[in-house]
């Protein structure tokens, strides 16, 4: 995920769901149970790693960055998070709405409806 402000490794950080267990074993950090909790991400991971050395390398996720009106860089994947996080209460809905309508799509593989030439063949004058 991109969160710069964590400080990891080319502005990178993993998230996770603070859990009841995670609660138990380090009481004193203050997150509460259900609390998504961010983590700078300080090198490579071990399966990033085996990923890209064994040429699979487009399995490793990605942030998906876009930039704002403004210019800012934000990451898809945390809007979307903060997002549902408050839905449908929430001040921004947009992309919780486009995406409850995804699987209404019927999307289906393109199909070429034209020939492999779009222009017609030339022939010179006689």
């Known amino acids: ?15 996770s ?3 009841e267990k995670d609660a138990k074993r380090e009481p004193e950090s203050g997150h509460l149970a259900g609390q998504i909790v961010y983590t700078p991400l300080i090198g490579k ?3 990033h790693r085996q990923l890209a050395e064994s040429g699979r390398g487009h399995r490793i996720v990605r942030a998906i960055k876009r930039r704002n009106e403004d210019g800012s860089v ?3 994947t945390r809007e979307w998070m903060n997002e549902a996080l408050f839905y449908p209460f929430a001040p921004k809905r947009d992309l919780i709405d486009a995406s409850s309508r995804i699987y209404d799509m019927n999307a289906s593989a393109p199909v070429q409806n034209e020939g492999r030439l779009a222009e017609p063949k030339s022939y010179a004058d006689s």
């Open 45 to 47: 991971l071990k399966q």
């Open 74 to 76: 934000y990451d898809l």
């Open 17 to 19: 769901v603070w859990s």
């Open 1 to 15: 995920m991109h969160a710069p402000e964590f400080k990891g490794r080319d502005g990178v950080a993993l998230w």
